[in-house]
C-alpha cells in the first residue's frame, strides 16, 4: 500500500452507531469524508437521517438506519438490513452508550444498572460479534469500540458506567485475541473529556470541570472532531499491524 494511500476508505461500507451527534457525528463524516459508504445509526431516525442528508450534500455517501443496541431485536433487524442491502461490512465503530445515573454507586438502582449494562456491554458484545461473522464471509475489517478512560480510571459518581466500560477494553482484547487470523482488527479508542450532549453533566459544571482540568495537562476539554481522526487511524490501513490496543485520547489524562 502506497503511504497516501493509508486512509483512503473507497469502497468501504462503515457502520458507526450513536452517529446522530457528538463523537458518532463526527466519525461518521470523517469516514465518509475518506471514501467510505457510511450507516448512521443511533436511537432516533430523524437524527440519523439529519446526519446521512448533510454528508450526502457534502457529496459523501451515506444513509440511516434507527437501531437502539439495548435491544436485541433491534441490533439483529439492523444486520439483516446490512446483509440483504449490502452484503459485506469492513468498519464497524461501536460509539453508542447510555449513561443514566450520576451519583454514589451504592445507590444504582437497577434500572439504571440494567439500562446501562444491555447498552454497554451487552450491546457492544453482540453488535461485536455479528460484525465479525460478516466481516469473516469477505476477508476481515476493523472494529473500534468507544470506550472511556474512565474505564481505567473510574470517574466519581460514574461507577457503573465506568464498570461497562472496564468491560468494553476487555471486551476488546478478547475479541482481538480471538480474531486476528481472521483479518478482523478490534481495538478501542478511550476518549478523555469531550464537548459533547452525552458529557455535558460535566462540561457544564464549573465545578466539576475545575477538578478535572487538574487533571488534564492539555488543560481543556476535546472537541468530537479530535476523536474522529484517532477512529480514522484504527480503522485504515495506516493502523494495518494494530490489534487489541487501547489509544487514549485524553488530553494526557492518564498520565497524571
Known amino acids: 500500500m502506497s503511504r497516501t494511500d493509508f486512509f483512503d476508505l473507497t469502497g468501504q461500507v462503515a457502520l458507526v452507531t450513536g452517529a446522530s451527534r457528538g463523537i458518532g457525528e463526527s466519525v461518521a463524516r470523517t469516514l465518509a469524508a475518506y471514501g467510505a459508504h457510511v450507516i448512521v445509526s443511533s436511537r432516533k431516525i430523524d437524527g440519523c437521517e439529519a446526519v446521512a442528508s448533510s454528508i ?63 447498552v454497554n456491554i451487552r450491546g457492544y458484545f453482540f453488535m461485536c460479534a455479528r460484525g465479525a461473522q460478516l466481516m ?9 469500540n468507544v470506550a472511556s478512560v474512565n474505564g481505567v480510571n473510574p470517574g466519581h459518581f460514574q461507577g457503573i458506567y465506568s464498570i461497562t466500560k ?32 452525552f458529557a455535558s453533566a460535566l462540561t457544564t459544571n464549573e465545578s466539576i470541570k475545575k477538578q478535572a482540568m487538574a487533571h488534564i ?22 493502523s494495518s499491524y494494530t490489534t487489541g490496543a487501547c489509544l487514549n485520547a485524553d488530553g494526557g489524562y492518564l498520565t497524571v
Not at 464471509?137 to 473500534?144: E, L, P
Open 56 to 118: 450526502r450534500e457534502d457529496g459523501g455517501s451515506a444513509e440511516a438506519v434507527a437501531c437502539h443496541i439495548g435491544d436485541m431485536e433491534q441490533i439483529e433487524s439492523l444486520w439483516d438490513h446490512i446483509q440483504k442491502t449490502h452484503g459485506k461490512l469492513g468498519i464497524l465503530v461501536n460509539n453508542a452508550a447510555a449513561n443514566p445515573y450520576f451519583g454514589p454507586v451504592e445507590d444504582t438502582d437497577l434500572s439504571a444498572f440494567q439500562k446501562t449494562v444491555d
Open 136 to 144: 469473516k464471509q469477505h476477508g476481515g475489517g476493523s472494529i473500534v
Open 166 to 197: 472496564s468491560a468494553v477494553i476487555g471486551m476488546t482484547k478478547s475479541f482481538a485475541m480471538e480474531l486476528g487470523q481472521q483479518n478482523i482488527r478490534v481495538n478501542a479508542l478511550l476518549p478523555g473529556l469531550t464537548d459533547t450532549k
Open 217 to 238: 495537562p492539555m488543560k481543556r476539554v476535546a472537541e468530537p472532531d479530535e476523536m474522529a481522526g484517532a477512529v480514522l487511524y484504527l480503522v485504515s490501513g495506516a
